[in-house]
């Protein structure tokens, strides 16, 4: 023990530290702080280990194994048969009007030609009707008389009957005017029958469709026979064109029945148009009629060349692959088919 003096204890830690706690008297024991060496470690807090959930993109549901349905286009080699329908009568700005909905149904995958196909200068029924089938025009084909007399004889030159008779696929030809018989000999008709009335037709078609055929010529004459007798574009005349048509429904639902729609080419047409009560008068409504073409390959769209009947014979006979005749006056509608028109009408193919 230290008795505390007068003079103070050497400060031996120099001025940096306290002096020594005196009580009056007494030196309390007294332990200067540690020099404070303690080496500071930073208490750091390590940031939470952020687990990364990295945001996948969403699982994508693999594909099914895609087996396309294809459906192959029609091509014009599809076709294993043609149908020509005759309205006899029929004017073309009359299909909407009557109105003819499944023609105008069929029109929606069709190419047709609006306005600008005509028949023969003579535009009576069974010349217009022997320029259709013949690819010729009256001259040609010497149906000069609107009736027929045995004595007369059929068409002359090779029509599209003779064509597909030759080629050995079965001709049909139903007819509601026995003298259309002028249009085909009777040996190149493996089937032939006079139908009088919209309702007889599709009783003599329907079977015939049954069967098949290679060729079917189809003639409806009720248009041009109320045509005559009310006026054309009359209420009776409408009415029987929509009788017609019914039937026209009627014949396209059995090819499809029948599967034979898909493989068939159709050519819907008429001999004539006409104005009052007449048909061969002057008028471009007697000259003008409808020319729609629908089937394998066929490109719809309307038709805008100038055309004429001929053409129909000329157009089934390139469709069916049947050999196209030199002496046609008719060319086929290749632009139906989406085909360059290497030829065309440069004016009427006809003298009459
Ligand atoms: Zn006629």
Redesign the pocket.
Known sequence: MFLAGCSPLPNIWGNSLPPAPTVEGYVIPWTPPATNTATITPTFTPLPTKTLTPTLPPTLTPRATFTATVVPTPAKKDIARALIISF??LRPDAIELAPMPNLMELMKTSAYSPLNTRTIDY????P??ASMLSGLCIEDHGVIY?KFFMYMGYSKGVDIFDLAHEAGIRTVMIVS?DKLRQLAEPETTDYYEVAYGEPAIERAVIPQIEEDFGLMFIHF?G??TRGHKYGWMSGEYMKVLRQGDEVLGHILQSLKDNDLFDTTFILIT???G?HDRN?IGTLIEDYRIPWIAHGPGVVPQELTLSMYTMDTAATVAYALGLPLQDDWDGIPVYQAFGEPQTKIHEKSPCKY
């Open positions: 006899d009568g535009p009576a029924t069974s217009s009707h609107n005017k004459a248009g041009d008429a001999d004539h006409g048909h």
